[in-house]
């Protein structure tokens, strides 16, 4: 545990934040066109393939290069939840009970290399999910029909009476096997991206795809520099679902130390930064530049995915001795202070739907955490017979979460056993911690939601569908598989259209089951900083996409 004067420094630099730091909002009625944003980030974040890549970092980016054919309103305030219509003209009325959804394309829509848009996109795109299996393939997209067959046999997946094109027409059909009130939602987030139908069944790594967004990827170096330009086939359809965007170029740098990005934001050299400033560095930005920066809560956790089929932590008492023994508020002060972050036992977060306060992991079981109960998590220790095993703790390889791993060290040699921590670029990490042939036991992970929905956390993180032995995307990292959970997930999840308070009220029970059951340990919810250089102007923080990059422009 690491207490004392450095983290009390930490907090009163969180406290400062907390107290000057002011939402930014649009500094003048006409935008400016041209020049480039420089943005940046410790590590890149892996491929480029947005039917792959499921992370933060470049989900964000994803929203100004893809579409959909709907998306979530590019606006800055609760609106911004709202699904909307993109390539499809309109949004369709659900028919046949809420089973069948048909779309009609826009007319004149190109991708970045000049192809127009078709139905035969569609249906293409939708099949690839599957076929090159899709972190998303076995949660989101497996109502529709056809799909039992895609993901038992990806490679001949056709999705035949489950996505049907009428090219003359320009419509494509969904039918699905029941009812889904979320179905326009899993369709508006990036693994739905609609691709020209020849791009190739593989992983695209840092080849670029085409898209249709405002904005196309010139070059990808991990190492180096992600770089984005402007469309040259891009004409603004909707400028709710994908506006203009205001820079020539966004530049996106990888490489830099947190110090050193905070250091070139204040210098002028580069205008954002996407990993939370260092928290030694947090009373400065409260302060002397506290114009220039923005605090905003976030549906998400910080937490501890534990491997339910490896030892030490395929014994429940184990995982639940873990969550006993953490001192979160010591894992806040890690963060920042009380001002960013909140602890947490339990999968979803406050104020999401389905969301009832629970906490079985402290000294006084309730409706929230407390303080850690050492001497009940020692003696399950005792009780599993695991004392004395080697576990390793991979971190990424970033300030916060190498402190939040070396924390776990020591908690975990506390409760008895031989801890070591792994920090690996964040390049990678994501990935690697899903693999099963990485042998991991622990890590350190974050979960932001695609959309409102407590299916976005339980079903997603937590259910047999999204275990995928072997494979880089499968988010279901503690490969934790209950038939009973899952049987309450399909229950909700069959409920969302004809009776929505009952599957509010099975998502809080999925909620406390899951908790209960301990897969992961969650630490707290965080708030998102953000600290940009003086030359941004017009910066608009969404609920979904938080910063909309394409509609700040720079003086």
Not at 126 to 150: E, L, V
Request: contains cysteine; proline residues 7%; charged residues 20%.
């Amino acid at each position: 545990m690491r207490t004392g004067k450095r983290l009390t420094a930490l907090l009163s630099g969180a406290l400062l934040l907390g107290a000057s730091a002011l939402p930014l909002a649009a500094q003048a009625q006409e935008g400016k066109m041209g020049g480039t944003l420089r943005l940046l980030a410790k590590a890149a974040s892996g491929t480029i393939d947005p039917h792959i890549n499921y992370t933060l970092q470049y989900f964000q980016i994803n929203y100004i290069l893809y579409d959909g054919l709907v998306t979530f309103r590019k606006v800055g305030d609760k609106t911004g939840f709202d699904v909307v219509a993109d390539l499809a003209e309109a949004l369709p009325e659900p028919q046949d009970g809420g089973r069948k959804y048909v779309f009609k394309l826009r007319d004149g829509i190109k991708f970045a290399d000049g192809s127009d848009v078709t139905t035969e996109d569609v249906v293409a795109s939708f099949q690839r999910i599957f076929k090159i299996s899709g972190p998303t393939a076995g949660t989101f997209y497996n109502g529709i029909i056809g799909a039992d067959k895609c993901l038992a046999e990806p490679a001949g997946c056709t999705l035949e009476g489950g996505v049907v094109a009428d090219a003359a027409a320009g419509t494509v059909t969904f039918n699905l096997t029941q009812p889904d009130g979320e179905f326009l939602q899993k369709i508006a987030i990036p693994h739905a991206a609609i691709l020209p139908a020849e791009t190739e069944l593989k992983d695209y790594g840092t080849d670029p795809i085409p898209g249709t967004g405002a904005y196309m990827i010139e070059s990808y170096d991990p190492n180096k520099r992600l770089k984005m330009v402007r469309n040259p086939y891009f004409k603004e359809w909707s400028k709710e679902a994908q506006p203009a965007g205001y820079p020539d170029e966004i530049d996106y740098d990888f490489g830099l130390t947190e110090e050193a990005a905070v250091t070139a934001i204040q210098n002028g050299q580069a205008d954002w930064m996407f990993d939370p400033p260092p928290p030694d560095r947090l009373a400065e930005l409260g302060t002397t530049y506290a114009s220039q920066v923005s605090l905003h809560p976030l549906t998400a956790m910080w937490y501890a995915p534990m491997n339910t089929n490896l030892a030490p932590f395929d014994d429940v008492r184990v995982r639940q001795a873990v969550n006993l023994a953490i001192d979160r508020n010591a894992v806040v002060k890690l963060f920042g202070g009380s001002n960013l972050a909140q602890p947490a036992c339990q999968i979803l977060p406050p104020g999401f739907p389905s969301y009832e306060p629970y906490c079985p992991y402290t000294a006084d079981p309730g409706a929230k955490w407390t303080a850690p109960d050492l001497a009940k998590a020692k003696a399950l220790i005792a009780e599993s017979g695991t004392a004395g095993q080697e576990v390793t703790i991979i971190s990424e390889d970033n300030v916060v979460s190498r402190a939040i791993g070396v924390y776990l060290q020591d908690v975990l040699n506390e409760l008895g056993f031989k801890a070591s921590v792994k920090p690996i670029s964040q390049n990678i990490q994501f990935t690697y911690i899903q693999n099963t042939n990485n042998k991991v036991q622990i890590s350190i992970s974050q979960w932001f939601q695609d959309y409102p929905s407590p299916s976005n956390f339980l079903q997603v993180l937590f259910s047999c569908a999204s275990f995928t032995p072997g494979s880089d995307a499968s988010v279901n990292i503690s490969g934790f598989c209950d038939e009973s959970v899952d049987a309450m997930m399909a229950e909700a999840q069959a409920a969302s259209i004809s009776d929505p308070a009952k599957a509010a009220k099975i998502w809080t029970a999925v909620d406390k089951a899951v908790t209960d059951a301990a897969p992961a340990a969650v630490l707290f919810t965080p708030k998102r900083v953000d600290f940009i250089s003086k030359r941004v102007q017009n910066f608009t923080f969404s609920p979904q996409f938080y910063w909309i990059i394409s509609q700040s422009w720079i003086e």
